[in-house]
């Protein structure tokens, strides 16, 4: 079956521009994360999604970032007024449920911002 | 603040074990311990996940200490393609929505002919 699906692959934005980044989980999967990955660095946790329940948003990074889930599904992950240090891989992953279950990750949209 | 401690990178060549530890000193009791591997230009891929004691399945065997504040990922007879970057996560999500993931900052193996 499909994978988690990210889509841009690429964007290039100029600085002060908004973006918006696109998640296709696995069908039937209920959790949803997105994470950042700057080069050579970690995983930078962003925001989780569970089913209905209020999404976890301790780790976006400043007001200028938000995602929504649309009907428990597909998310999009918006910045605005983007700024060169948020150039990076936005990775996003899906899982059957919470706790420790494991996570399927996209291909992840590297974002440059000039 | 829980962290999670790993090798920054790690050499090898083809054929040999390669054991790669991660510290988790601050683990919690209901947290688990996950292994992701990272090639370039993808997302991490799961390995293996493991509580306590050993797990093994067909690519890596996971052995966890009794008090849990180290893991070490074995990954036997290493080939070429097994050269990536190999995360350690300590944690998990919990009812009320509430998150714990602490992500190691990943230890770059390279493995050589």
């Known amino acids: 079956g499909a994978g988690v699906s990210q889509s841009p692959s690429n964007k290039v934005t100029e600085k002060g521009k908004d973006v918006e980044l696109r998640c296709d989980p696995i069908?039937?999967?209920?959790?949803l994360y997105w994470y950042r990955q700057s080069l050579g660095q970690g995983l930078e946790f962003l925001i989780y999604?569970?089913?209905?329940?209020?999404?976890?948003k301790s780790g976006l990074p400043s007001d200028r970032f938000s995602a929504e889930r649309t009907g428990g599904s597909v998310s999009t992950l918006t910045i605005q007024r983007t700024q060169q240090e948020d150039s990076a891989v936005y990775l996003c992953?899906?899982?059957?449920?919470?706790?420790?279950?494991?996570?399927?990750f996209g291909p992840g949209t590297r974002l440059t911002v000039l | 603040l829980a962290k999670t401690t790993q090798p920054i990178s790690m050499d090898s060549y083809e054929g040999q074990e390669v054991n790669i530890t991660c510290s988790h000193n601050?683990?919690?009791?209901?947290?688990?311990i996950t292994w992701y591997q990272q090639f370039p230009s993808q997302g991490p891929r799961f390995i293996i996940q493991?509580?306590?004691?050993?797990v093994t399945n067909e690519v890596a065997s996971l052995f966890i200490p009794a008090d849990r504040k180290s893991s070490t990922l074995s990954l036997p007879r290493v080939s070429l393609s097994d050269t990536a970057v190999y995360y350690c996560?300590?944690?998990?999500?919990?009812?009320?929505?509430?998150?714990?993931?602490?992500w190691g900052l990943g230890t770059s193996l390279a493995v050589n002919p």
């Open positions: 069908s039937g999967h209920t959790a």
């Open positions: 601050n683990i919690a009791t209901n947290d688990y």
């Open positions: 996560l300590v944690g998990g999500v919990y009812a009320g929505n509430n998150r714990k993931l602490i």
């Open positions: 493991g509580y306590k004691t050993k």
């Open positions: 999604f569970q089913g209905n329940s209020a999404p976890d």
């Open positions: 992953a899906s899982s059957l449920g919470s706790g420790s279950s494991e996570q399927f």
